[in-house]
């Protein structure tokens, strides 16, 4: 295993590797993972859009103006909104939040370990992340930590959009509660924000339409849903035909939703017409701040507090639904992602004085 810098489409970058899986972090670019490969089969496992080049984001501008591809994280919003409540009512929280459009800072602790970390613009926090080698994929691991007196309310959401090919099956065990959000293009009808059991929404017509299958990216269609996180604690994007899939661990306490948004050619509205599916676990819904208060689903970190939340994400082979379940529930056995290799860094005594000298 190895961690190495390197020049990636012309930017600095990271790569973290070992024997099965691949990694090529961007910290100039939001601390975006630009490329997830399986190193035995040398796949691509995100989705790359070949009519946008990388470019350093304009603070605050919007997500679809640039490469709209690879793994981000939104915070402390997914959609434009603005903030719910004093002491920063009405300040405008960029679209997909601020950690996107804002550069990192990173450390290589070992030979496994990537440790990034940035601090808010408009709002006072010190978010961090480490990356670890583990079996069969990465461990991620998060920090944040409120520098101010006051509660600070969020959404957090994981945003890797994973390449589609039609055939693909998005699996989420137990037939948890969801919630349609967002629906663009004729795939799907339904209520928006009403329950439904997954997989199952309504179509165009009425008829049910299952919305864990992939389509052709002819449908011209992007659609989202919000569903408990499932009690066993993992989700996945599988191929029934290579067998292929990546998947999470994740726990429901720390984590209470995955997002799944569906891009069967329908965004952006410019430039190539994007195929994948982004798989999100996240802490609230839906993608607006000042809507997900207001339906009280969301995060509140008290104020001079912190809190830490984790994931593992795995790659692999198996040759049913139920065998990417058992793959994923033995690597949560042993730890979400490992966690206990994942270094921590100082108290947040340090990261305040951090942010004062930064101002």
Known sequence: ?????????GWQAIRLEDDAASLVLLPEIGGKIGS?????TGAELLWQDPTRPY????YADEFGNYDASGFDECFPTIAAAPYPEAPWAGIAVPDHGELWCTPWRYELPDARTIYLHTYGVRFPYHFEKWIVVADGGFALRYRLTNLSPFPLKSIWSAHPLFRA?????????GAPA???THAIGKRVGGELLHTYTWPWLPGPSGAPV???RIGSPALDANDKIYADTPADGWCA??????????????SAAEIPFVGVCI??????????KGFWVAIEPCTGWPDRLDDATAVGAHATLAGWNSREWSLGLHLGQASSAEEVGGRLQAHRRVGVGAMSHAPLRNSSSSQEAAYDQSS
């Open 210 to 212: 299952d919305y864990s």
């Open 36 to 40: 997830l490969r399986a190193r035995t």
């Open 1 to 9: 295993m190895t961690v190495t810098a390197i020049d990636y489409r």
């Open 178 to 180: 969801m919630r349609l």
């Open 165 to 173: 090919e039609e055939g693909m099956q998005v699996l989420l065990p």
């Open 55 to 58: 470019r350093r984001p304009v």
């Open 263 to 272: 891009n069967h050619g329908g965004w952006p509205l410019t430039g190539a």
């Open 237 to 250: 994007l599988w191929d029934p035909r290579s067998g292929a899939y990546v998947g999470f661990t994740l």
